[in-house]
């Protein structure tokens, strides 16, 4: 593999300088600007950086992204094994074990030009064809960390002592297609959400200053909802993550029954999707995390030869159809694999099992 740099980049800031790198989030705490990737599963990296600048982000540079075939991406559940998924998790929910959980599958495919694949490059290419308000690159090949994200969900912000949360539950290509359920399913989520921030700010201090928005994205519409709260006296971003995390709209509710159903139905891990990715600035005690959602990463450890990975989902309540489900997923990947696929095209309705 050529080499490439230790690299964070969102929006138009720049890091690079690599000075440490850390599991602890207590470092968050500390100095210094740092680079966040947190895996669904728990994994977490923290790398701080010397060098921060405003940058305005490079055009993308034709041919510096080698992405796979469009017909080449595999998924973790083909289309019978994810709609059986939704009947079970209707079947949770029938026996009041669950009102909600987000059932997820990862697409794998074989990089073609592995020593060359640089993930800032990926970047750079969504960002030109799917803008996104959380698109960031997270480059650290030595610690396992090629992440390219075009998320439109922020997990947290902070500012000082106030956090905010933006859930995003509803999905359609237009407002038009947003349907009761949607409604219903952004709502659960959002209490979810404050009785996590809850856990973490002062008695009263969570508040709803939005909810169900809908915000426009390349290619479909969102419900969006703000939650926001203030950090109780000796609370820091050690407690809000063990307080938050994984986040409220990729698990369900409530919280604990959804990641069990969870593991009982999706057969690969979910890695740094659905996970946490973002900064934080731990001078000015700022920083900002997305969901990680419309996610990308590099696995060079896999079976056969490393790959690109990218996952995809759905919130399932007891209002979803099925196959309309397995359409969300769809509707969320198409646009971002044919994308980051070396000749983009029409993505398969139903990518090959693995």
Same mark, same amino acid.
């Given at each position: ?33 740092? #680079? ?20 305005? =982000? %490079? ?51 074989? $990089? *073609?030009?592995? #020593?060359?694949? @640089?993930? @800032?490059? +990926? ?9 996104? %308000?959380?698109?960031?690159?997270? /480059?650290? *090949? ?40 949607? !409604? ?9 959400? /404050? ?13 709803? *200053? ?6 426009? !994205?390349?290619?479909?519409? !969102? +419900? ?17 993550? #063990?307080?938050?995390? =994984? %986040? ?20 690969? *891990? ?28 590099? !696995? /060079?450890?896999?079976?056969?030869? =490393? ?13 979803? @159809?099925?196959? /309309? ?11 971002? $694999? ?5 000749? %983009? ?10």
């Amino acid at each position: 593999m050529r080499d490439l740099a230790p690299l964070a980049r969102f929006g138009g800031l720049v890091a690079t300088d690599l000075r440490d790198v850390t599991s602890d989030p207590a470092a968050l705490e500390s100095s210094g600007f740092w #680079a966040v990737v947190a895996d669904f599963e728990g994994r977490l990296v923290c790398a701080r950086f010397g060098d921060v600048r405003r940058e305005r =982000p %490079p055009a993308p540079v034709t041919g510096a992204w080698r992405g796979p075939a469009a017909g080449d991406w595999t998924s973790s559940l083909d289309r019978a094994a994810y709609i059986a998924g939704v009947r079970r998790i209707r079947e949770h929910i029938a026996a009041g074990e669950v009102y909600q959980a987000n059932l997820c599958r990862v697409l794998s495919a074989r $990089l *073609p030009d592995p #020593a060359a694949a @640089d993930v @800032d490059a +990926l970047t750079m290419l969504l960002a030109r064809g799917n803008p996104a %308000p959380y698109a960031g690159t997270v /480059r650290l *090949p030595a610690h396992g960390v090629e992440v390219a994200t075009a998320s439109p969900e922020l997990f947290l912000r902070r500012t000082g002592r106030t956090v905010e949360s933006g859930p995003i539950k509803g999905t359609g290509r237009t407002a038009d297609d947003l349907q009761d359920k949607d !409604h219903a399913e952004n709502v659960m989520i959002v209490d979810l959400v /404050r009785n996590d921030l809850g856990q973490v700010c002062a008695t009263g201090s969570v508040t709803v *200053p939005a909810l169900c928005a809908v915000e426009e !994205h390349p290619g479909l519409v !969102h +419900l969006v909802s703000t939650v926001r709260g203030e950090l109780a006296t000796g609370a820091g971003w050690p407690e809000l993550l #063990a307080g938050t995390f =994984p %986040p409220g709209s990729v698990t369900g509710a409530p919280k604990s029954s959804a990641l069990r159903i969870i593991d009982a139905l999706e057969t690969a *891990p979910r890695g740094p999707y659905c996970g946490g990715i973002g900064w934080v600035d731990a001078d000015r005690r700022t920083g900002e995390l997305a969901v990680g959602i419309r996610t990308f990463w590099i !696995h /060079r450890g896999a079976p056969g030869g =490393p790959v690109l990975r990218f996952g995809t989902g759905a919130g399932i309540t007891w209002g979803s @159809d099925p196959e /309309r489900e397995w359409d969300e997923t769809e509707l969320k990947a198409s646009r971002l $694999l044919a994308l980051a696929s070396s000749r %983009p095209r029409r993505v398969s309705r139903q990518p090959r099992a693995v």
